[in-house]
């Protein structure tokens, strides 16, 4: 299984492809670090345009060549059995990253779906389940973030992601910024885990006991050491 290229190899990459950092920057938050979609900016003559232009032609614009991309790849890892996978990776990318969350969105009872989230972290590694810093509990995510940006963005709409629905095309590039914001968290942190020689990094969620309820909640983006 072909594993992403590290950041650094990104950046080399877009050097050659003449892209801006801050255009690579957005685009690794899309594509991560698989090199078939840096293939794709150069075999569609793409070299030097802007991430949104980019983003555009390949996979929003009438015809696109990846448009197709995530049904492709989901097709080959689940065959005739995607169906409670679909479920789970959907549940996943609008927000419900617990088991009782995941299966409390799909009105499923929870050891129903033990296996294949097992599977799907496992067998797949479509997602992964990260812990805090410090302590236990810890949610899972989709490690794909094309596969995430389609189960968030595109699957319950899919039918008006295929005519090209203009006001829905047009919302899907509104929300980019978001997704850019999303994916800036992982490259930002795999780039101080270079930069500063860091052995271990995590995020670190949870509640100040003494705090109301209200502001109890806290979220630290990065400790590493």
């Not at 345009?49 to 097709?75: C, F, H, Q, R």
Request: net charge neutral; charged share 25%.
């Amino acid at each position: 299984k072909l594993e992403p290229l590290k950041l650094s190899a990104c950046l080399q990459i877009a050097r050659e492809l003449k892209l801006e950092k801050e255009d690579l920057i957005k685009l690794h938050s899309l594509f991560g670090g698989y090199p078939k979609y840096y293939v794709g900016i150069e075999d569609y003559n793409l070299a030097g345009k802007t991430a949104e232009e980019i983003i555009d032609a390949l996979l929003l614009a009438k015809s696109a060549p990846m448009d197709d991309e995530v049904a492709n790849i989901l097709s080959q890892e689940f065959g005739a059995r995607s169906g409670v996978y679909y479920s789970i990776l959907e549940a996943i990318a609008q927000g419900n990253n617990t088991i009782s969350a995941i299966a409390g969105y799909l009105n499923t009872p929870q050891q129903s779906l033990t296996r294949q989230i097992n599977e799907l972290k496992e067998h797949f590694e479509l997602i992964e389940f990260e812990s805090p810093y410090s302590g236990k509990k810890g949610y899972y995510k989709i490690s794909h973030p094309l596969i995430n940006y389609w189960f968030s963005q595109v699957y319950k709409n899919y039918s008006d992601y295929l005519s090209r629905n203009p006001e829905f095309i047009k919302r899907l590039k509104n929300n980019l910024s978001t997704v850019y914001g999303r994916g800036f968290e992982k490259t930002a942190k795999e780039f101080l885990c270079t930069r500063l020689k860091l052995t271990r990094a995590k995020r670190q969620w949870g509640k100040i006991p003494s705090a109301k309820k209200e502001e109890s909640a806290y979220e630290i983006d990065l400790i590493g050491e």
